[in-house]
């Protein structure tokens, strides 16, 4: 019995022994062999490897994977013209030399970042002092950026290489420090409200001078019309005063009797009417009885 728990705990041992000299190196990391505190071998493709048992040698892992680092910091900047800005960027970067990266920046990846974020800061500040804020918002954005980049690798790649390489340097956000962003957008808003009640004044002139011109064609119209039809009234009245003279002409007494009937037909236009008359004057001639020796004779058909 005894012999038989000898033999399970030996195997045991072995197994843990085994297994502790047996690591994996994935596709996505660099593996970092040690041998009492120094680095003794660099793992750089994925699989199965062997090492001794701790504590002759242990086994680190680091990220060969594209790495990105966003700005952490809000402190402004300060342009050529003396504007006090804040910008956002971002930063790709990757591991390329493991054991360069050990000696000269850190065990991990934060580290790196750290550091890393140090640099670029003070190469956008130095290349922001050198520009305006227009500069920053046109298409002189991508030569800053460029001259970032290249700063950042000459720092990286330099007497003591960090063993990373820098993809890519881009700017997300420029913006003015929140006191000065405030005042510029009073300025927009003034500027705005400007430009709008300018647009008002114009578009309220315009439909005046529409309005005056509509008015004045309405009047010529108007008066064209009324002028032709006094024209045309007037020739009728000519051809009716024609027509009347002509027919009175033929019959004096039938020319009497309707200017009396006419007569008649205005005074006696209302219900209202009252008219205070000698019975014995002419106006009634019309109306007496055909039989008194006053009355005109009726008119010829």
Known sequence: ???IGFIASTILVVLVL???TLFVVDQRQFGVVYALGQIKQVITE????????PPFQNVSYLDKRLLMLSSLETEPMLTAEKQRVVIDWYVRWRISNASEYIRNVGLDENAGAVQLNRVVRNAFQENINKRTVRDLISVRREALMADVQREVLAVVKGAKPW??????????RVDYVEAITESVYRRMEAERKRVANELRSTGFAEGEKIRADADRQREVTVANAYRDAQKIKGEGDAQAASAYSESFGKDPQFAQFYRSLDAYKQSFNKKSDVLVLDPSSDFFRAMQSSGSNT???????
């Open 18 to 20: 085994l297994s502790s």
């Open 1 to 3: 019995m005894n012999r």
């Open 46 to 53: 994925p699989g199965l490897n062997f090492k001794l048992p």
């Open 295 to 301: 009355a005109p004779a009726a008119p010829r058909r």
């Open 163 to 172: 063993g990373v390489d820098v993809v890519d340097v881009r700017i997300t």
